[in-house]
C-alpha cells in the first residue's frame, strides 16, 4: 500500500526557516516523482516543488526559486523540503505527492495519484 506522510510544519516568523519531511513507503519501483504542494485558503493549489526520486531531477515554482530546495534521502525513502527566507504567502497547508513516471515539472503541474495528510505552514510576526 503506497503511503506518504509528512512532517515538520509550525509556525515561524517572516524570514525564518522550516524543514518539512515526507516519508514514502510501498512503492514498487524507483521510478517515481514526488514533490510538494500547497493551499492556502481561498487560492488554488500550487505546485512548489517536485524532483524525480531515481535521478534527482527537480522543478519549482517561480515564488520559491532560491528559497525553497528539495531533496531526497533514498536509504530513508524520504523527500526534504527546505524552506528558507520565508514570507507570510508562503503560509498554507502542504501536501506531499507522488506518481510513477520521471518528470518532476508534470508532476507539479499537473499533481499526484498519491497524496500524503498535509502539513500546516504558518508564517507570521
Known amino acids: 500500500q503506497l503511503q506518504l506522510v509528512e512532517s515538520g510544519g509550525g509556525l515561524v516568523q517572516p524570514g525564518g526557516s522550516l524543514r518539512l519531511s515526507c516519508a514514502a513507503s510501498?512503492?514498487?519501483?524507483?521510478?517515481?516523482?514526488i514533490g510538494w504542494f500547497r493551499q492556502a485558503p481561498g487560492k488554488e493549489r500550487e505546485g512548489v516543488s517536485c524532483?524525480?526520486?531515481?535521478?534527482?531531477?527537480?522543478a519549482y515554482a517561480d515564488s520559491v526559486k532560491g528559497r525553497f530546495t528539495i531533496s531526497r534521502d533514498n536509504a530513508k525513502n524520504t523527500v526534504y523540503l527546505q524552506m528558507n527566507s520565508l514570507k507570510p504567502e508562503d503560509t498554507a497547508s502542504y501536501y506531499c505527492?507522488?506518481?510513477?513516471?520521471?518528470?518532476?515539472?508534470?508532476?507539479?503541474?499537473?499533481?499526484?495519484?498519491?497524496w500524503g495528510q498535509g502539513a500546516q505552514v504558518a508564517v507570521s510576526s
Open positions: 505527492a507522488a506518481r510513477f513516471g520521471l518528470l518532476p515539472r508534470s508532476l507539479c503541474s499537473e499533481g499526484g495519484d498519491y
Open positions: 510501498g512503492f514498487s519501483s524507483d521510478y517515481y516523482v
Open positions: 524532483i524525480t526520486n531515481s535521478d534527482g531531477r527537480t
